[in-house]
């Protein structure tokens, strides 16, 4: 049965199969709750769990537009992500560029850390949501869902499992609650996102806790995403769906 979860803005979207016991909560790229998302979520119909997909731009939706979202990305492409959380230094460099003021006040939502931490919490509680009607709830997330995911885990209880598709991980002393099993999935063009892994890893490690990681050669940042064709990887992509089935039935059953 597919569900569209209607409120203001664009609606939220799930599928749950005839018996299903166990959800997926999947967070969407930066680009928002696009199709691409929907159809993550129906694939994971066909392996017998649920499937959840959270707006987590509603209230946002005319502002966080892909075209929008595209636009403030490439004019702060060449700064870190800790540079990208500071409002002045992005409104600084998007001033200096000449972007559209349009532009300009997108990247000032999206970049926030107060918006980042709505959208933390707007994630927590679709795993809460989940977790009440099924017995057993994993998250997966890609780009800023994929460290939505990993976060999440460092958040609630409820949790099952988590999986992150090139997702910023979270700190190592954050890591270091997360208790269930984590499989984590990057690309090996991702200079940005990759330099953080390391200390993830040691820390998780160090913790004794449950990680799976796969770095797939010669792809990009959002490689599993098929209708991205500039990024696009489909041996990559087929190899890491395959991977996540795996993961999904070894932790929900």
Known sequence: MVRLLHDVGKPDFSITP????????VFHEVWGLVPHTQDVCKRIGK?????????LYRGHDQTLTSDNIQGAMEGVWELTL????????VAQVLAKKGVDQKIREVASVLY??????????RAVASVEEASSR????????????????????????????????????P????????????LAIYAAKDEIINQKVPGFVGAMLDSGKDL????????????FNNTRKNVYDRPAAHESWELTRWFLERTLG
């Open 18 to 25: 005839n018996g299903a016991s166990s959800c997926v909560v």
């Open 47 to 55: 392996l017998g769990f649920a499937a959840m997909a959270p707006n």
């Open 82 to 89: 800790e540079e990208r959380r500071n409002k002045a230094k």
């Open 112 to 121: 926030d850390p107060k918006f980042r931490d709505s959208l933390l919490k």
């Open 134 to 169: 099924f017995e057993r709830v994993s998250t997966l997330g890609f780009c800023l869902g994929g460290g939505l995911s990993m976060k999440t885990a460092t958040k609630s209880r409820r949790l099952t499992s988590a999986v992150a598709f090139y997702g910023e991980p």
């Open 171 to 182: 700190a190592s002393e954050d890591a270091k609650r997360i208790a269930v099993p984590v």
């Open 212 to 223: 799976t990681l796969k770095t797939y050669p010669k792809t990009m940042h959002g490689f």
